[in-house]
């Protein structure tokens, strides 16, 4: 089995060296080796009208934009991304500051950082798609209980008909996008797969790690699908994709957090790595399955996701929640 590891570096690396990897990573794609570098400017947004805020949050430092571009509905996500604590020491000798108030040994000020140390992450889906927009909106979720028949009668006819594109999905595999910053790949068909940054992480700081393994299996959905007879499967990508976070990220599996979600967003088969320790969106236990549950409960019973009744939130306007009330299961 080819094992093409993008950048391998020996499992000996110091810790504290870290945050420089991370850093070393993200200059790897800023080089051209990338797709598209953070040095490839564009304008793409100036054109952007907002028609609503969907969702924000203070604590999160984040907000959740539709809006128009060049005619084409968009969702646009902007989010202030953690403090790095190797830019410290350029962060106070470059920024200016602006006294607030100073009060006895108390003291505040606006600091103003040079734009590097002042970015924004920003995510463009465009054009949007209703269901783009309803994922991204703030809604009440009620928890919805599903039956192995539950999932052949209301759930399976819904996906098959309802679910987004998972274009993206075999644009990465067939190395049409993102290929650069692919950081494993087990290129076999059966139980292969490949290991990237999730696009919600901007690998400038290990402390919120989040990459996905993608099947290069296209016929497995989900959680549901698994049998016994993916076990090979599952356990390479466990085994494989920790590997290669120690040796590319120096962290070893004792700080990750390895999970499929259910219901997934996307019904091809992916597995979530994130940092113990960073609360990534949809780590709680009423989404999150344990990749090691996973293969435990496969392996003391083959159709253990057959069979099973499981539990998941929908969204209040999720169509998924009005098939299982027609049905009278809600
Ligand atoms: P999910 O469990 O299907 O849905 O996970 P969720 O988005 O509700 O968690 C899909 C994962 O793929 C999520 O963590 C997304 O952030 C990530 N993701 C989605 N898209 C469209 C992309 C993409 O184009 N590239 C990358 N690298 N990750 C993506």
């Known amino acids: 089995m080819a094992d093409t590891t993008a950048k391998r570096e020996p499992a000996t690396v110091e810790t504290d060296e870290l945050t420089q990897k991370v850093k070393r990573a993200k200059t790897d794609s800023e080089n051209g080796r990338g797709e598209v570098g953070d040095e490839f400017e564009t304008d793409v947004l100036s054109g952007f009208q907002t028609s609503a805020v ?24 902007l989010e202030k991304t953690p403090i790095r604590e190797d830019t410290l020491a350029e962060l106070f000798t470059g920024s200016r500051l602006k006294l607030e108030m100073r009060n006895d040994i108390y003291s505040t000020y606006r600091l103003q950082p040079p734009p590097h140390l002042n970015e924004i992450k920003t995510t463009v889906v465009c054009p949007a798609t209703e269901k783009h927009v309803k994922k991204y909106q703030r809604q009440e979720s009620f928890l919805v209980e ?13 996906i098959q008909k309802q679910s987004f ?20 790949e087990d290129p076999d068909k059966e139980v292969g797969f490949v290991l ?7 690998q400038k700081q290990a402390d919120d790690l989040y990459l996905i393994a993608i099947t290069h299996q296209r016929n497995i959905k989900s959680l549901r699908d698994l049998t016994s007879d993916h076990l090979r499967l599952l356990q390479n990508i466990f085994q494989k994709g920790k590997e290669a976070i120690l040796q590319r990220y120096n962290l070893p599996a004792s700080k990750l957090r390895v999970y499929l979600h259910y219901q997934p967003s996307y019904y091809h088969l992916h597995v979530h790595f994130t940092k113990l320790g960073y609360e990534a969106p949809g780590c709680g236990v009423e989404r999150a399955h344990f990749l090691a549950d996973v293969i435990q409960n496969l392996q003391a019973d083959p159709q253990y996701y057959k069979t099973r009744t499981l ?16 049905a009278g299961r809600l």
């Open 54 to 77: 969907l969702s924000d949050s203070a604590r999160e430092k984040t907000i959740f934009i539709r809006g128009k571009l060049a005619d084409e509905d968009a969702v646009v996500i």
């Open 146 to 158: 599903e039956t192995g028949e539950d999932y052949k009668t209301i759930t399976l006819p819904y």
């Open 165 to 184: 594109s998972v274009q993206w999905v075999h644009n990465i595999l067939e190395k049409k996008a993102e290929a650069d910053r692919i950081v494993f």
């Open 196 to 202: 990237l940054p999730d696009f919600k992480w901007d």
């Open 311 to 326: 539990y998941f939130p929908l969204r209040a306007d999720d169509g998924l929640l009005s098939k299982f009330k027609e």
